[in-house]
Nanobody
Framework: QVQLVESGGGSVQSGGSLRLSCAASGSTYSRSCMGWFRQAPGKEREGVAAIAPYERTTYADSVKGRFTISRDNAENTVYLRMNSLKPDDTAMYYC?????????????????WGQGTQVTVSS
């Protein structure tokens, strides 16, 4: 079992930056593959970035070069650093965990989800 709590969302202007955090608890966190997803109103959920226990990363094309996923296993935390934010990045952002599909950006492969944190980017 893994429990996830996101934080760090907020409102920024286009071009700004935010860092999202996902605090994880549970005995299997260090072996879990972690991902960040987002969902905007009226749109399907989109995989943004994923990181394996050994820190191999995967990114959606829409965020490559702007977003960075990282993890601190000692602190049981996963981060999503978001730079050069655009209005199209506005969404609810969710952290998720899976044991078996490291690197996947498909939400159906993740077993555990946080409640989400809202990111709003104004032009």
């Amino acid at each position: 079992q893994v429990q996830l709590v996101e934080s760090g969302g907020g409102s920024v202007q286009s071009g700004g930056s935010l860092r999202l955090s996902c605090a994880a608890s549970g005995s299997t966190y260090s072996r879990s593959c972690m991902g960040w997803f987002r969902q905007a109103p009226g749109k399907e959920r989109e995989g943004v970035a994923a990181i394996a226990p050994y820190e191999r990363t995967t990114y959606a094309d829409s965020v490559k070069g702007r977003f960075t996923i990282s993890r601190d296993n000692a602190e049981n935390t996963v981060y999503l650093r978001m730079n050069s934010l655009k209005p199209d990045d506005t969404a609810m952002y969710y952290c998720a965990a899976t044991r078996y599909f490291c690197g996947s950006l498909e939400g159906s492969r993740y077993n555990y989800w946080g409640q989400g944190t809202q990111v709003t980017v104004s032009s």
